[in-house]
């Protein structure tokens, strides 16, 4: 996952930072048992938008919030920036629906990973 043609990180690369960020956060805070839970989020929608180019081998930092917590859906929002930047290189959102792991069914979101979320999320 170099730089591509262009001289910076592809853009695909940028949706694996978001996932990466998410994840990372959520088994820390012992929410999210990628191996053996009962309860999986997929990603039903994504979106980035692009201010600045990133290139290897820059160190990247994100920034992470939550912008909707529905009763099985949860709206994170990114921010990725070159280490030590006040101003994002690029940002984007990606929607979860958590489901059963093996039906594949939407389910409510389990009472951990709620709160957990909960420190995340935007006041309206």
Not at 42 to 54: R, S, W
Not at 93 to 103: A, I, L, Q, W
Request: hydrophobic share 40%.
């Amino acid at each position: 996952m170099d730089n591509d043609v262009y001289g910076h990180v592809n853009n695909v690369v940028y949706y694996s930072w978001f996932d990466t960020a998410v994840n990372a956060w959520l088994i820390e805070q012992g929410a999210l048992d990628i191996h053996h839970g009962d309860t999986i989020g997929l990603v039903i929608e994504t979106q980035c938008n692009y201010f600045a180019p990133l290139a290897f081998p820059q160190t990247v930092e994100a920034g992470l919030r939550v912008a909707h917590l529905g009763k099985s859906s949860v709206r994170y929002e990114v921010g990725l920036f070159a280490q030590g930047e006040a101003l994002a290189a690029a940002c984007g959102h990606f929607v979860h629906v958590y489901v059963g792991r093996e039906d594949r069914r939407p389910r409510p979101l389990p009472d951990t990973l709620r709160q957990a979320l909960q420190g995340l999320l935007i006041p309206r």
